[in-house]
């Protein structure tokens, strides 16, 4: 070991005398005399041996044999529970919480375990060779316990998701997220594109700002920038507005009528307020919504959010005095075919659709 690993002592000169006394002392010795070499004190960390001891003791099968199974069947139990009410979020994250809490015990018993300890004391110097490859037997036992483990904890995170992503197709009110689609052709498309010149030399500024929102109605096209938005008023009523917070995400609220001018349906901000069993609910996913009416199996409404930058609407919209029905490709007021049909509206202070019945 090299000399100038160790640390230099500081020696503290104590007691001296007045000018011309006797020698002085440093620390009891002499000057000129040999002195001891100071003992160096090391503070080394716990042994990993006694780690392992605490370890062992806590992950003991005593105690795991009861967390273990707690935990997975508290997953289960969450998820049951969530599926069954209404506000389920709250019993959602406590099954992601007992999920994790049951990786972490697993992964803590198997490492610690008794079954693993021999495990190594016996095959610890077998070694399997593939090819250029090669690890001990006991390597391969522990680290397979673990991604068996990483493998359970993986299945039951897709198992609550997927729950919780059912839940929210099933119920009556949620949001409405954009999705990854590429946006149909429509009539401002050629809109957005074009640039306006701002005060900054060759900078441009778009004419439609690029986090506005293009409404499709049938072959119809509106852009919408300010929320919350009419987008369709029949005879100056509003037929059916829509709002998107900061996220990006949108609800819309509407009345729902039957053939006889009766509301059959309120949806307001994407919240049921009727019976459902006058109609039904149809969400292919976050980005789709539909409403059937049960009894002659008509879709009233369908909203497909392709994208941050558009959405979709169809259906059929009745007032007292008027039947507003919008297909993909023709939009018709009391039987007759509006004109002009591929229009580009909206982004002003107007309804993005005005229709009058007479």
Not at 218 to 230: K, L, R, V
Not at 295 to 308: C, D, G, M, W
Request: aromatic share 12%; glycine share 6%.
């Amino acid at each position: 070991m090299d000399d100038s690993a160790i640390p230099p002592v500081q020696l503290k000169a104590t007691n001296l005398p007045e000018s011309g006394a006797a020698v002085p002392v440093v620390e009891g010795i002499p000057v000129g005399a040999s002195a001891p070499v100071s003992p160096i004190e090391i503070v080394l960390p716990v042994p990993t041996h006694r780690r392992n001891r605490l370890l062992r003791r806590i992950f003991h099968w005593k105690y795991s044999g009861v967390f273990i199974p707690f935990c997975w069947c508290s997953v289960m139990a969450c998820v049951g529970i969530a599926t069954a009410l209404d506000r389920s979020e709250f019993f959602f994250n406590w099954a992601y919480f007992f999920a994790i809490c049951g990786l972490i015990w697993t992964l803590g018993y198997w490492l610690t375990s008794d079954t693993l300890e021999k495990i190594r004391k016996v095959m610890k110097q077998k070694i399997v060779r593939v090819g250029w490859f090669s690890v001990s037997r006991y390597e391969m036992w522990r680290w397979g316990g673990c991604i068996l483990v990483m493998v359970v904890f993986v299945g039951s995170l897709y198992f609550v998701h997927g729950a919780e992503f059912r839940k929210i197709l099933q119920s009556y009110n949620g949001y409405l997220v954009p999705g990854h689609e590429s946006s149909p052709p429509n009539s401002c498309d050629w809109l957005r594109s074009v640039t306006m010149p701002t005060g900054v030399a060759g900078y441009p500024k778009y004419l439609i700002p690029s986090d506005s929102l293009s409404v499709l109605l049938g072959p119809m096209t509106a852009i919408s920038s300010q929320f919350p938005a009419i987008v369709i008023t029949i005879d100056g009523a509003p037929i059916l507005t829509m709002n998107k917070d900061s996220d990006g995400r949108v609800t819309v609220t509407t009345d729902i009528y039957d053939e006889n001018q009766n509301v059959i349906a309120t949806l307001d901000k994407n919240v049921y307020l009727v019976d459902s069993s006058v109609f039904k609910l149809s969400r292919e996913n976050v980005s789709d919504l539909g409403v059937v009416v049960r009894h002659n199996k008509e879709q009233v409404l369908h909203v497909h959010y392709f994208n941050s930058r558009t959405i979709a609407i169809t259906g059929v919209f009745r007032t007292k005095n008027a039947v507003l029905q919008v297909d993909d490709d023709l939009v018709t007021l009391n039987g007759k075919p509006v004109v002009p049909q591929h229009i580009c509206s909206g982004d002003n202070s107007f309804p993005d659709f005005h229709f009058r019945s007479n």
